[in-house]
């Protein structure tokens, strides 16, 4: 069964009024609202979308939801790209400017501006003040199943974890994946270096190979992490209120339960990749986000990738909307600071 230019305009309108009242949509809505036929002609083509996996049929109601599968078809396909209005750029620009003189202050502004707009849950990661990079890895034998993995950085932070092999090593191993590992990641910063591809970018012989998937390479992503000085900043936590997917009182507990382990959640999301990333429903990895969207978008001081804002949601939100406004916001972010710095110098 193929998905028609009329089962597109139809899954379209279904998404769009959903998103809208929150209410399942039936055929006499999108007949009325829409123009694309009457009821029973789309009502046709309803039934055919849920078949292929686009709609879902709530048992108390005879209207249509939109699925996981239809919000990732409309983010990649349908969606255009909602331009803001000068007034809203004005508007969103003044308030990220106000007052605001530190890096840290300005980014978790952000975030209080991106809740606002978008009556979500927003965030924000800033890093430490320097932008540290990683100078040297090495790996230390302690006994013949234990080393320890040490990173330094050029500011001299050392930061050391051990780790249990699963056999054996050769010093001359340990060698082999200290000199690529220095190699790879020197002159990275330390969230650069979270978001490469750690086992695409190591070249070394089979055995080296095999310890570093198995055994270095959790201990040395975790001692990036802890590494990283990351501040996380949430605002706008009790927007979920008026949203109708969170008036079950356990949901909602549920939900500032996930949000209120910090540091669970910067790992998540320092973890994602660059640009901006939507994540929707089971497409999260973590299963306490599978009722949730995410979406995230990195910002750049000086060309370098600093770190992220973004929102959490249920996967009914605007997503045009949403992603305009962090778009504009973080295209903004690295302006705003250099207008602080210019302040600075000025004084």
């Not at 974890?161 to 082999?176: A, G, M, N, Q």
């Not at 000085?229 to 939900?255: C, H, Q, R, T």
């Amino acid at each position: 069964m193929d998905l028609t230019e009329r089962k597109l305009k139809i899954l379209q309108a279904i998404i769009a009024d959903f998103v809208r009242t929150a209410e399942p949509v039936g055929s006499r809505t999108i007949s009325k609202n829409y123009e694309l036929g009457s009821p029973a002609t789309i009502r046709n083509e309803m039934s055919d979308l849920e078949e292929m996996g686009y709609l879902t049929h709530p048992h108390t109601s005879s209207g249509r939801v939109p699925s996981e599968k239809a919000y990732r078809l409309y983010v990649n396909e349908l969606m255009g790209k909602k331009e803001l209005s000068q007034e809203e750029k004005d508007q969103i620009a003044a308030k990220l400017y106000e007052n605001v003189t530190e890096l840290d202050a300005l980014v978790e502004r952000a975030a209080k501006v991106l809740s606002e707009i978008t009556n979500l849950t927003a965030f924000a990661l800033t890093p430490g003040k320097e932008m540290d990079t990683l100078k040297y890895v090495n790996l230390i034998p302690v006994d013949e199943h234990t080393v320890v993995l040490m990173l330094v950085s050029e500011s001299g932070k050392v930061s050391n974890t051990t780790v249990t092999l699963d056999k054996p090593y050769r010093e001359e191993t340990l060698s082999i994946l200290a000199k690529n590992m220095t190699y790879n990641y020197s002159g990275k910063t330390l969230s650069e270096a979270l978001t490469l591809d750690i086992i695409k970018s190591f070249r070394a012989d089979a055995e080296a190979m095999a310890m570093f998937k198995d055994n270095i390479v959790p201990g040395f992503v975790k001692t990036l992490e802890d590494m990283l000085n990351v501040n996380l900043y949430m605002d706008g936590l009790l927007n979920i209120f008026s949203l109708p997917e969170y008036n079950d009182i356990e949901k909602a507990k549920g939900f500032f339960e996930m949000v209120g382990k910090k540091q669970d959640i910067t790992r998540k999301l320092i973890n994602r990749g660059d640009g901006i990333m939507i994540t929707i429903g089971d497409e999260n990895q973590d299963e306490e986000l599978h009722d949730c969207t995410v979406i995230t978008a990195t910002y750049h001081v000086d060309g370098k990738m600093v770190g992220k804002i973004g929102v959490i949601g249920p996967t009914r939100m605007k997503y045009d909307e949403v992603t305009s406004v962090v778009e504009y916001l973080t295209d903004n972010i690295s302006k705003a600071f250099m207008l602080t710095e210019g302040e600075k110098d000025d004084s």
